[in-house]
């Protein structure tokens, strides 16, 4: 079956402005997690879903940052007045359910370059 | 504070020499880790964790609780072994379900 994907692959905005990356994870998995990789770093935990709820939005930077997941399959990171700062590849990632021992999957990445 | 270190940016070795990439973390408690790769143009993927204790694609890696190390090895590298390598890890501490990455290490594997 398909993996994990994410559209689009590469935004370019200007600062300030608002964007929505996209998320559908593999079919049946109930966990979905988002990630930010600046250049030359691993990815960093921003928010992570167990069903529609966050379970734990600990690593979003701040309130410009938000993610839904309405129905519990697809998921939006939105972000508001984008800064330069912002600039990074966003990964989504997914995995059957709870617990450490269930593999994460990750999606090709959205790379965002605000302007 | 969780945290991974990876020391090397860049590894390069000649093919058929051994291969050790290094990790060490930071964490109170017993922690799962694992190695991820992400090989030219393809996504981050699992390589291995150390609760399955396997051997895949000819790497292993051993947890030394001691050392707070996990470092993967392979006795004899591959050209298609260069890609991109990250450590990661994940507790009770991160909640079970987010991974804490190290910055990575980039393995070249030259003929």
């Known amino acids: 079956g398909a993996g994990v994907s994410q559209t689009p692959s590469n935004k370019v905005t200007e600062k300030g402005k608002y964007v929505e990356l996209r998320c559908d994870p593999i079919?049946?998995?109930?966990?979905l997690y988002w990630y930010r990789q600046s250049l030359g770093q691993g990815p960093e935990f921003l928010i992570y879903?167990?069903?529609?709820?966050?379970?734990?939005d600990s690593g979003l930077p701040n309130d410009r940052f938000f993610a839904v997941r309405p129905e519990g399959s697809v998921s939006t990171l939105k972000i508001q007045r984008t800064e330069r700062g912002d600039s990074a590849v966003y990964l989504c990632?997914?995995?059957?359910?709870?617990?450490?021992?269930?593999?994460?999957?990750f999606g090709p990445g959205t790379r965002l370059t605000v302007l | 504070a969780q945290r991974v270190t990876q020391p090397e940016k860049l590894l390069s070795v000649f093919k058929g020499a051994p291969v050790e990439l290094k990790c060490n973390y930071s964490?109170?408690?017993?922690?799962?880790l694992f190695w991820y790769v992400q090989y030219s143009r393809q996504r981050l993927q699992l390589l291995l964790r150390?609760?399955s204790r396997e051997s895949i694609k000819g790497f292993t890696a051993d947890l030394n609780k001691g050392e707070t190390s996990f470092h993967l090895k392979k006795p004899f590298a591959q050209e298609e072994d260069s890609a991109m390598y990250y450590c990661?890890?994940?507790?009770?501490?991160?909640?079970?379900?987010?991974?804490?990455f190290g910055t990575g290490t980039r393995l070249l594997v030259s003929p």
């Open positions: 879903f167990q069903g529609t709820g966050a379970a734990d």
């Open positions: 990632a997914s995995s059957l359910g709870w617990g450490n021992v269930n593999e994460q999957f």
């Open positions: 150390h609760i």
């Open positions: 079919s049946g998995h109930t966990a």
């Open positions: 990661a890890l994940s507790g009770r501490g991160t909640g079970f379900q987010k991974l804490v």
């Open positions: 964490y109170s408690g017993s922690p799962e």
